[in-house]
């Protein structure tokens, strides 16, 4: 299953931005999903996860600023950022898979990710 990610871009400090996850296929259904992000220099880090059942995680950092949520037909996931901050600055990255695997960063590849930038 390919998972595509899109919706980074440049914004000012405050701002907001929504990433998505498209699957091609239904796997939402039955892995969690988390969201990465890796700024340079810097080891990738999880930042939020939803579970099948739909309970969220989220990392310190993002903690009360950024929301993760599918859609009905679990076929995308989106990263909902708000009140951004240069720090947030990485590329975004989207993954699927049990518990244990996201948490792990257990994947033997990466896609292209989304590029946020964060600055004026």
């Known amino acids: 299953v390919q998972l595509v990610e899109s919706g980074g871009g440049l914004v000012q400090p405050g701002g907001s931005l929504r990433l998505s996850c498209r699957a091609s296929g239904t796997i939402f259904s039955i892995a969690a999903v988390g969201w990465y992000r890796q700024a340079p220099g810097k080891q990738r880090e999880l930042v939020a996860s939803i579970s099948r059942l739909g309970s969220t995680n989220y990392a310190e950092p993002v903690k009360d600023r950024f929301t993760i949520s599918r859609d009905r037909a679990r076929t995308t996931v989106y990263l909902q950022m708000d009140r951004l901050k240069p720090e947030d600055t990485a590329v975004y990255y989207c993954?699927?898979?049990?518990?244990?695997?996201?948490?792990?960063?257990?994947?033997?590849?990466w896609g292209q990710g989304t590029q946020v930038t964060v600055g004026s």
């Open positions: 993954k699927a898979g049990s518990a244990e695997a996201l948490s792990r960063m257990d994947f033997a590849s």
